[in-house]
């Protein structure tokens, strides 16, 4: 998990409430991404952005919002709108360029379990 | 639409036994194919990529295969150890070598538990 951070790892929230999670990056990648983990449904591909202003979505990005400001840092909004939002959330980098072993190898954060109560 | 199918959803072995684990895609164009595995609240950590043009990869106690006409790969695991209990996570990418535009469609997982 090195070079990619996320906080918190847990996180509670009252239900109605926005909640924002973050993620940091010291790796200078351009790519980044956000998943959602459920148990028993593997990883889901929220939003993603492949450079500093913009930023697209993915599989289920209704009840969500980014933002790519800075290259460092790509911040996941979980808004009142999302249905069902407990859950793991996982950012991750997408590392290695054309012809490399590690091409388009995604470098997983730690995680934020987000819990609303 | 793309889809990753893994089988089976969980297994159970003794240690030192050997087992493998399938995945069947339907993803085009296809592009790449990643073995990752994620220990528990760990994330997932890639373990080998296969190429259209490549059959087997080992890394290893790890062999990855990949049969691109019927679509399907496997990862084989011999004279497993306890610290293989882990989720194993197939993941195809689809889009053309190279391009900036391409698609990540991740498999559900197997659940590996290896018992002493």
């Known amino acids: 998990d090195g070079g990619i951070t996320q906080s918190p790892k847990y996180l509670f929230r009252k239900e109605g409430q926005n909640v924002t999670l973050s993620c940091e990056q010291n790796?200078?990648?351009?790519?980044m991404y956000w998943y959602r983990q459920d148990p028993g449904q593997g990883l889901r591909l929220i939003y993603y952005?492949?450079?500093?202003?913009?930023?697209q979505k993915g599989d289920i990005a209704e009840g969500y919002s980014v933002s790519r400001e800075k290259k460092e840092s790509f911040p996941l909004t979980v808004t009142s709108a999302q249905k069902n939002p407990t859950a793991f959330y996982r950012c991750?980098?997408?590392?290695?360029?054309?012809?490399?072993?590690?091409?388009?190898?995604?470098?997983f954060g730690p995680g934020t379990r987000l819990t609303v109560l | 639409k793309n889809q990753v199918e893994q089988s089976p959803q969980s297994l159970i072995i003794l240690e030192g036994k050997n087992c493998t684990l399938q995945?069947?895609?339907?993803?085009?164009?296809?592009?790449?194919l990643r073995w990752y595995k994620q220990d528990t609240g760990r994330g997932p950590v890639s373990l080998t990529i296969?190429?259209?043009?490549?059959n087997t990869k080992s890394n290893g106690r790890y062999t990855a295969t990949l049969d691109a006409d019927t679509k399907q790969s496997s990862l084989h695991i011999t004279a497993s150890q306890l610290s293989d209990s882990a989720s194993y996570i197939c993941?195809?990418?689809?889009?053309?070598?190279?391009?900036?535009?391409?698609?990540?469609?991740f498999g559900k997982g197997t659940k590996l538990s290896v018992i002493p």
């Open positions: 993941v195809v990418r689809s889009g053309y070598s190279g391009a900036g535009s391409y698609q990540l469609t």
């Open positions: 995945c069947n895609y339907t993803v085009s164009p296809f592009s790449n």
């Open positions: 790796l200078n990648h351009d790519a």
């Open positions: 296969m190429t259209f043009s490549e």
């Open positions: 952005s492949q450079i500093v202003n913009d930023f």
């Open positions: 991750a980098i997408s590392i290695g360029g054309w012809g490399s072993s590690t091409y388009n190898e995604q470098f």
